[in-house]
């Protein structure tokens, strides 16, 4: 009997209040498909033991973690260095170890672009996002870091918009201009791609962004981060004016694809991920 068979190298999910937490289902199932003997761990950690928790995955020799609200930012302090989008965003999704090393990656806006990058090449696009929070700032910075023309931002609030254009700006040279959201917003002409990157439909399929539909033009690719429902009333709309939709369940996937990658190093089957993930979700 080999001692191999029995040893397991192990990532873990560090998060709060989410016990069914559907990720689990996705990450396991890629590795059984590639017959790893890797687990992939749900735990409940409070952000007061944060740091003993990072502590404890070191000394039990993780291969690194995924963590999410509420230790996207303040997880940061515990590893000894940050990927190139996750220092730009100033927050982690995806830690993983190099060497001794706990590196923060942000795997959300990488998987983002992934799917979009599946229906259109992204580089010289104007694009409009609608929101300025952790999603949109992670979606901003990759498409960024892509070779995107121009960024509109289209958010309620405008401290938070500000914020993230200046970001923009100032850190990735990509011309970005704020539009503070009143009212139904008309989407310019020459826009290449839409993107809802707030919480608008999340849970609600009839939810609906503040919007003049009438602005979305055949072939613009309409994206939507929410992931449930999977078609949200905001693809809807744009398939029935001709434009190409992309999902949230896509950009949930492939972050999940990206942790794999950097994780093991294998690219895994994205179908096999797709799939256990939608069981999980019951879509
Ligand atoms: P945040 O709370 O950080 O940001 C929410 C954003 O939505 C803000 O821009 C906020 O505007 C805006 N917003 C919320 N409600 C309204 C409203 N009624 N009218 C106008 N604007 C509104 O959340 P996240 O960025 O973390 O998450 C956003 C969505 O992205 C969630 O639905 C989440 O499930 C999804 N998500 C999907 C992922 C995937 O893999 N598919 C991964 C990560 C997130 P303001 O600044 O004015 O408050």
Known sequence: MSEGKFRHELVGSMSQGAAGNPTVAMIEA?????????????????????????????????????CSLPHKVTVIQHLDGLGESAALMGAVNCVVRRGEKFIGENTDGKGFLKSLQEVIDTKGKSVVLFGAGGAARAIA?????????????????????????????EKLRVESELIVWQGNYAVPAGTDIVINGTSIGLYDANARLALDLN???????????????????????????????VDGLGMLVNQGVVGVQY??????????????????LGV
């Open 30 to 66: 890629a590795f059984a498909h590639h017959k790893l003997h890797w687990r992939y761990v749900n735990m409940e950690v409070t952000p007061e033991d944060l740091g003993a928790a990072v502590r404890g995955a070191r000394a039990m020799g993780f291969r690194g973690f995924n």
């Open 141 to 169: 910075v990759e498409l960024g870091l892509a070779g995107v023309k121009r960024i509109t931002i289209v958010n309620r609030s405008a401290a938070r918009g500000t914020e993230l254009v200046t970001l923009l700006r």
């Open 215 to 245: 602005t979305l033009k055949p072939g613009m690719v309409v994206a939507d981060v929410v992931f449930s429902p999977v078609r949200t009333a905001l693809l809807d709309d744009a398939a029935k004016r001709g434009c190409r939709a």
């Open 263 to 280: 994780w093991t190093g294998i690219d895994p089957d994205t179908s096999v991920m797709r799939k256990a993930l939608e069981a999980a």
